[in-house]
């Protein structure tokens, strides 16, 4: 898969009418759970760039190949 050509953009999102975030009930999925998912792709992506794996196959073979 290749890295994107831009930064996600990502939809807004709400829980259900009526629902509450309550991290104790660990079956239901709250808008809080799918948001703080969301927020640590988009450190990832602005912490790596874009493109962050250049001519390389990945990022790791990149930094091995900047290592003394």
């Known amino acids: 898969m290749a890295y994107p050509d831009d930064f996600t953009t990502f939809r807004e999102i709400e829980n259900k009418p009526g629902q509450v975030y309550d991290s104790n009930k660990k079956t239901t999925i709250f808008k809080?759970?799918?948001?703080?998912?969301?927020?640590?792709?988009?450190?990832?992506?602005?912490?790596?760039?874009?493109?962050?794996e250049g001519a390389f196959d990945n990022v790791s073979d990149r930094i091995a190949e900047l290592e003394p």
């Open 32 to 52: 809080e759970d799918f948001v703080a998912l969301q927020n640590a792709v988009a450190r990832i992506e602005h912490v790596l760039g874009l493109n962050p």
